[in-house]
T-cell receptor
Framework: DQQVKQNSPSLSVQEGRISILNCDYT??????FLWYKKYPAEGPTFLIS?????DKNEDGRFTVFLNKSAKHLSLHIVPSQPGDSAVYFC????????????FGTGTSLTVIP | DSGVTQTPKHLITATGQRVTLRCSPR?????VYWYQQSLDQGLQFLIQ???????AKGNILERFSAQQFPDLHSELNLSSLELGDSALYFC???????????FGSGTQLSVL
């Protein structure tokens, strides 16, 4: 059973515009959320995270929004750049998961120059 | 560079065979995680070790096993390989706070 879902397998955005990647989760006991970025032939790298006590966290061009009531988080990239083209995974964990991180299936972002 | 080293990068083998994937965590990290990524699948958690002991188990098949050695490197053993085991296998490590995972570059396993 997929506890973290990314329903859009792919997304194309024009350079300079906003990219919005979405993620839904099923268990309200998750309390920490992360986004990872993965280039081909490389392992995923950490991008940004958010604790459930916040609803927004910003780091440069990247902002993560958390809507706990909807069990939904999103990653906004503004402005999008061609180098942002990659697969993005969201992940979640909570005390109830022990040390396990649950990952979504990923969204492939293409930023068109 | 995440500091996590995985070898080999690529592995091609035949059905029924046995392979060993190796991982060295970041210096100082005690936790090692193994994940499998198949086509159109997310990162499926297989197993976690902490300082030599198994800490958590995910969707790991009985044909698969892992261990973490005293020097903290870990090995994932896959036996009686089937075509469906072809996937990208990632190792990750985390520090004491366990706030995020640092991934290696993966081992691409192809079972022919």
């Amino acid at each position: 059973d997929q506890q973290v879902k990314q329903n859009s397998p792919s997304l194309s955005v024009q350079e300079g515009r906003i990219s919005i990647l979405n993620c839904d989760y099923t268990n309200s006991m998750f309390d920490y959320f992360l986004w990872y970025k993965k280039y081909p032939a490389e392992g995923p790298t950490f991008l940004i995270s958010i604790s459930s006590i916040k609803d927004k966290n910003e780091d440069g061009r990247f902002t993560v929004f958390l809507n706990k009531s909807a069990k939904h988080l999103s990653l906004h990239i503004v402005p999008s750049q061609p180098g942002d083209s990659a697969v993005y995974f969201c992940a979640a964990k909570g005390e109830f998961t022990g040390n396990q991180f649950y990952f979504g299936t990923g969204t492939s972002l293409t930023v068109i120059p | 560079d995440s500091g996590v080293t995985q070898t080999p990068k690529h592995l091609i083998t035949a059905t029924g065979q046995r392979v060993t994937l190796r991982c060295s965590p970041r210096s100082g990290d005690l936790s090692v995680y193994w994940y499998q990524q198949s086509l159109d699948q997310g990162l499926q958690f297989l197993i976690q070790y902490y300082n030599g002991e198994e800490r958590a188990k995910g969707n790991i098949l009985e044909r698969f096993s892992a261990q973490q050695f005293p020097d903290l490197h870990s090995e994932l053993n896959l036996s009686s390989l089937e075509l469906g085991d072809s996937a990208l296998y990632f190792c990750a490590s985390s520090g004491r706070a366990n706030e995020k995972l640092f991934f290696g570059s993966g081992t691409q396993l192809s079972v022919l």
